[in-house]
């Protein structure tokens, strides 16, 4: 059975996702991982809330952001685990796919801002970038 990775973003095409990993399984068995990788809270948020609040406040959002593709996971029947990850992005992404032996690593399509994109990267770049760097065999989508 294979794993494939599922790092949940803003603006993910989940039809388009849900509907690439059907026509996955039915060739062969697989176990998608749908990670939310949130941000770490700045020391300044954390004098203001405390521990368990910002732990809430994470759960929520991780929650908001894996609900939509969980749903629709459910409808097809496939296999699922969900994750959550505090840290940067493209780091904890790439650990995850390392730790999990994932072969692939799913984002989709995305309705991005262009711009933000050009001045700034993408996710997806940045994570193909650092898996280069190190020496992991895993596919970007």
């Not at 509907?19 to 749908?34: D, G, P």
């Not at 390392?98 to 770049?125: A, H, M, R, S």
Request: glycine letters at 4%; proline letters at 4%; a neutral charge.
């Amino acid at each position: 059975m294979a794993n494939i990775l599922v790092p949940m973003q803003e603006g993910q095409d989940v039809a388009w996702l849900v509907n690439y990993l059907h026509k996955f399984h039915q060739r062969e068995s697989v176990r998608v991982h749908l990670l939310s990788v949130q941000p770490r809270y700045t020391s300044l948020v954390r004098l203001f809330f405390s521990a368990r609040d910002l732990d809430s406040f994470k759960d929520e959002d991780a929650n908001l952001s894996l609900d939509p593709m969980r749903r629709a996971l459910e409808r097809t029947n496939i296999p699922y685990n969900c994750h959550v990850r505090t840290g940067d992005k493209a780091t904890e992404i790439v650990k995850f796919a390392k730790e999990l032996y994932c072969p692939q690593i799913i984002f989709g399509p995305t309705t991005g801002n262009w711009v933000v994109d050009l001045l700034f990267g993408t996710l997806t770049g940045r994570v193909e970038s650092m898996i280069r760097l190190a020496d992991c065999r895993c596919e970007v989508l």
